[in-house]
């Protein structure tokens, strides 16, 4: 019995492994696959037959023969399900909506202040309904959505804790899912822009991710091992995971202390990271535009020279904190991270002295996916937990 037990465990995790591999290449064929995840050839044969089945793989083609039989080409299918995903700031509602490709197939953006009450969450809702309508996403294909919003949320109780951004205390958070047409789960915002990120660097290993916005906050993603233990039910695991910490609110790093004794942060505590290193520092001397103060910058403006480079001097320091304290990848994200590609060398410059292992400051880099990333992120967790279902 222990035997069978173990085998269907086996079994299990094989075929999550094999629709994995399929979906993370373009298209692929079996002796790739067997070579691959050193799985045996018929297991492969009859697990892609039995995924082929199921309708989330297809044949797309035959590959140029080399003597023998010609390999069949398969590949997922990309389109057989979507997932929508919705990021809540101040200021904005943008939505976007994704397949098993995991790229934003569609951006929208739209200018919406934020509004307390049942209103506003009503016309989120209808913002989704009319995004749905207007880019004829097939509804019965379409597994859920996310919502990301600058919250703490508490998922032992299903709460909204706080949001100092959007003033929420205590909000049940089916107070805004049962108002949305799709099944939804509400994400904090830098743990959905974190996962867009690592989804897309899946070869790579864990990673911290540093937001940079109007506030400072960051994720802290894990990259978990192939479950070793066969007994372990693989779909109880996602491959990558985020960690939220005991009381939901890890990652909190605009408040680590970056100046003891310096400037007041919005927390009431001097010093914070925040006070130094959110994007409305360099924003607010250009009226909130922070791509004018960049233009600005680069055209020679010296006191925004000086600015800068103080600013990289005090984001060097959290950058290489983070590292000394995760021993991973560096993410820079958020409105200043979407600008931080062309300084990264000045970056690297700070960072290469005080780093006592490493002497390159590569794990430091800048963010791939920029406004999209969070409402990206928050569709994400749909589509992550509908392939660990596979
Ligand atoms: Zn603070």
Known sequence: MRISTNNSEVRKRNRNRVFRFINNTKETCMSEISAALEVSGPTVMSIVKELKEDGVIREVGEYESTGGRKAKAIASVK??????????????VSLVYTDLGEEALKHRRVQKPFRQGTAYIEEVAGLVKDFVKENQIPEEKILGMGLSMPVIVDRSRDMIANSHVLGLYEVECEEWTSRMPYPCEIINDANAAALAEALWQK????????????????????????????????????????????????????????????????CGKQGCVDAYCSASNLADLENGKLERFFEKLEAGNVRYQEIWQRYLDDLALVVDNLRMAFDCDVILGGYVGSFMEPYMEKLKERLVPKDIFD???????????????????AALYQIKDYIASI
């Open 79 to 92: 389109d057989g399900v979507y997932a929508i995903g919705v990021d809540i700031t101040l200021n904005h």
């Open 203 to 266: 070869e790579r290993g864990s990673m911290v991710y540093l937001l940079l916005s109007n506030s400072v906050g960051g994720a802290i993603c894990v990259k978990l091992p192939e479950p070793e233990d066969m007994q372990e039910d693989i779909r109880e695991r996602a491959v990558i995971d985020t960690y939220e910490g005991d009381n939901w609110r890890s990652a909190e790093f605009g408040h680590m202390t970056l100046h003891p004794g310096g400037k007041t942060c919005y």
């Open 359 to 377: 002497h390159d400051g590569s794990y430091a880099r800048p963010c791939r996916y920029q406004k999209e990333a969070s409402a990206l992120g």
